[in-house]
């Protein structure tokens, strides 16, 4: 029923930026909120950030004060501002989109590698 489209990943070396983007499209829904994750080869899959639909945002510590969460409500998107990067920030990223009276809908990720 809703289907959820990450872009923007790519290589980057150390102390670049990227910026992701994803965006939910379908019928007959209300989103609650939307969140990225990412997992690296042998990791678990973590949460990087979230953010509600009234605005309030989550962040993973590893990435305070470097990656910023925002959206477009009328647009069903959600951004990733990432800045700079780390070798550590190479990983699948995910977007998640949870709906109102509904389940989490997932992307098919998007791959971010920071290396020299």
């Known amino acids: 029923q809703v289907q959820v489209v990450e872009s923007g990943g790519g290589l980057v070396q150390p102390g670049g930026s990227l910026r992701l983007s994803c965006a939910a499209s379908g019928t007959a829904f209300s989103i609650y909120a939307m969140g990225w994750y990412r997992q690296a080869p042998g990791k678990q899959r973590e949460l990087v950030a979230a953010?509600?639909?009234?605005?309030?945002?989550n962040y993973a510590d590893s990435v305070k004060g470097r990656f910023t969460i925002s959206t477009d409500n009328a647009k069903n998107t959600v951004y990733l501002q990432m800045n700079n990067l780390k070798p550590e920030d190479t990983a699948v990223y995910y977007c998640?989109?949870?709906?109102?009276?509904?389940?989490?809908?997932w992307g098919q990720g998007t791959q971010v590698t920071v290396s020299s």
């Open positions: 998640m989109c949870r709906i109102w009276g509904g389940p989490d809908y």
């Open positions: 953010i509600t639909r009234g605005g309030i945002t």
